[in-house]
């Protein structure tokens, strides 16, 4: 099992430029879910996907984010335009069944930084 | 989101040393979850606890669901340094949504 995969592993892209994360779920699991961390804030749920559907986004922080599952084996994660603000690290988890009976089981993450 | 009140925030161990952490919140959970993240990693899961009163066992590690369903504990015994990293309490009430600690950052003395 290669576990979540999510690339890049590091981003470095100047305010106002297109930036998109990508995420491969573990085979199977049907739930994804992205997560920003901070020192500031910690973890936090951006979006949680459902079957391919978006179930919740209510963690989006604004316009500029968006994210897409086009199909079981695939997300992305688009911030247009980045700001410096949206310095991070962000994760991608998926799990089978929705919740936690299998546990999320989270990738290495994306550390992006906006100059 | 509920919120987690995680601590201690950080600790310094020495090596062979029992460890614990703890985790209380204001709401109710179903389920309570233990993780650790390594620099440059996700977390990854330790234990996973879904009753209230529940000790659960991982190795070195122990946990405990709370009666209250409030909080939870973690235990490491006889630490070692590999056990260096943040850990992470989580609690879900729904069936989807975790709400995660601020962390805990071990740190083993030398």
């Known amino acids: 099992d290669a576990g979540v995969i999510q690339s890049p592993r590091h981003e470095v892209t100047e305010m106002g430029q297109e930036v998109t994360l990508r995420c491969k779920p573990i085979s199977g699991h049907n739930s994804l879910f992205w997560y920003r961390q901070t020192m500031m804030r910690g973890l936090e749920l951006l979006i949680y996907f459902n079957n391919n559907v978006p179930i919740d986004d209510s963690g989006m922080p604004e316009d500029r984010f968006s994210a897409k599952m086009p199909n079981a084996s695939f997300s992305t994660l688009k911030i247009q335009p980045s700001e410096p603000r949206d310095s991070a690290v962000y994760f991608c988890a998926s799990s089978r069944i929705r919740g936690v009976i299998s546990g999320y089981t989270f990738g290495s993450g994306t550390r992006l930084t906006v100059v | 989101g509920q919120q987690l009140n995680q601590s201690p925030q950080s600790m310094f161990i020495q090596e062979g040393e029992d460890v614990s952490m703890n985790c209380t919140s204001s709401?109710?959970?179903?389920?309570w979850l233990w993780y650790k993240q390594d620099p440059g990693e996700g977390p990854v899961l330790l234990i996973a606890?879904?009753?209230?009163?529940e000790l659960t066992s991982n190795g070195r590690l122990t946990a405990q669901f709370g009666i209250t369903r409030k909080d939870s504990f973690l235990n490491i015994s006889a630490s070692i340094p590999s056990d260096v990293g943040i850990y992470f309490c989580?609690?879900?009430?729904?069936?989807?949504?975790?709400?995660f600690g601020a962390g805990t950052t071990v740190t083993v003395r030398a």
């Open positions: 989580a609690g879900q009430f729904n069936d989807y949504k975790l709400s």
């Open positions: 709401s109710i959970f179903n389920t």
């Open positions: 606890l879904y009753k209230a009163g």
